[in-house]
């Protein structure tokens, strides 16, 4: 059984930071790309960043510059820190594990985390 547990979610003051975490843990083989998605109050859920197996990034327009992602292969782990916060952070944050292999010859699937809340207000 995979799952995925993020942490590190909370309330900030704007221009703040948070680090959110994002840990898979069970039977694991390989996963292809990690990511951050977020789903804003009455909106739909967008992709914030992603990050290769070989540790390539990509970020959507609105967080770049501001928003970091990385990943530890060893611990199956994906971080985000995120800084200068705005109120249009505000959102649940959501882990995704792209093509998670649970042995060399099976079938990639993609699992998500349960969302961690950020909020940013002052």
């Known amino acids: 059984q995979v799952q995925l547990v993020e942490s590190g979610g909370g309330l900030v003051q704007p221009g703040g930071s948070l680090r959110l975490s994002c840990a898979a843990s069970?039977?694991?083989?390989?996963?292809?790309?990690m990511g951050w998605y977020r789903q804003p109050p009455g909106k739909e859920r967008e992709l914030v960043a992603s990050?290769?197996?070989?540790?390539?990034?990509n970020y959507a327009d609105s967080v770049k510059g501001r928003f970091t992602i990385s990943r530890d292969n060893a611990k199956n782990t994906v971080y985000l820190q995120m800084n200068s916060l705005k109120p249009e952070d505000t959102a649940v944050y959501y882990c995704?594990?792209?093509?998670?292999?649970?042995?060399?010859?099976?079938?990639?699937?993609?699992?998500w985390g349960q969302g961690t809340q950020v909020n940013v207000s002052s």
């Open positions: 995704n594990a792209g093509g998670l292999r649970i042995r060399s010859w099976s079938v990639g699937y993609d699992y």
């Open positions: 990050i290769t197996s070989g540790s390539s990034p």
């Open positions: 069970g039977r694991i083989f390989s996963i292809n790309a």
